[in-house]
């Protein structure tokens, strides 16, 4: 995979959780505000909670962090010459 649509990939992977985490501020806020009902609360909640966990495993199915390891006790091959 080229590294332009990894980018692009990863960049929507981080608007899918940065909208679930936005639409929690929301709810939290119109909580607060005491202008919704408490099932248009739970509801919004429920899909801010599915947004933002969404966007996180879908990054790491893609990614893959976990597969590649920095060792610190390895030297970086540095390929300057």
Known sequence: M???????????????????????????FLAAVGTASAATLVILLLIGAFLF?????????????FRTFDDINQPVEEESH
């Not at 649509?5 to 940065?18: E, R």
């Not at 966990?53 to 962090?65: A, D, K, M, N, T």
Request: aromatic share 16%; hydrophobic share 50%.
């Open 2 to 28: 080229s590294q332009t649509s990894d980018g692009a990939v990863n960049q929507s992977f981080a608007l899918i959780t940065g909208a679930g985490f936005i639409l929690w501020m929301l709810v939290f």
């Open 53 to 65: 966990f969404s966007g996180i495993i879908s990054w790491l199915v893609h990614q893959q962090p």
